[in-house]
């Protein structure tokens, strides 16, 4: 059994993807949080054992600026032009995950995005 190097945190009940870099035998190990880590640590539901506790529904609510937030880490692994593709694609995760963006499902919030109703920043 290996034992982890880092202090992970708020990481230790989610899956996250670890990148590895060796150098002259020399491991460095960096957390690469996934999308629907990040949404579900927004919603700041309480620690539960994956062992034991199945099928769990996400049913909270995160806002806006919360998505904006997620969006921004993000940025660099996303393959969308804009920002505002980012944050459509973070949308799309908090419809995956069952959550709520301002109270509105994320199917709305896209299609008040896309009309111009809702404005996202640049950055």
């Known amino acids: 059994q290996l034992a982890c190097p880092l202090d992970l945190g708020c990481h230790s009940v989610l899956k ?22 990040l949404v579900i640590r927004a919603l700041k539901e309480p620690e539960r054992d994956r062992k034991k506790v199945k099928n769990v529904k996400h049913n ?3 806002s806006m600026k919360d998505v904006c937030e ?12 804009e920002f505002v593709g980012t944050v459509k694609e973070v949308l799309g995760t908090c ?21 111009g109703s809702v404005t996202v920043p640049e950055k």
């Open 60 to 62: 909270g609510n995160i």
């Open 70 to 81: 997620i969006a921004r880490a993000l940025r660099s692994k996303s393959m969308a032009k």
């Open 95 to 115: 419809v995956s995950v069952g959550c709520t963006v301002d109270g509105k499902t994320p199917q709305d919030m896209q299609a008040a995005i896309d009309a």
């Open 16 to 37: 996250v993807t670890v990148k590895l870099t060796v150098q002259n035998r020399q491991a460095k190990v960096e957390v690469c949080p996934s999308a629907p880590a």
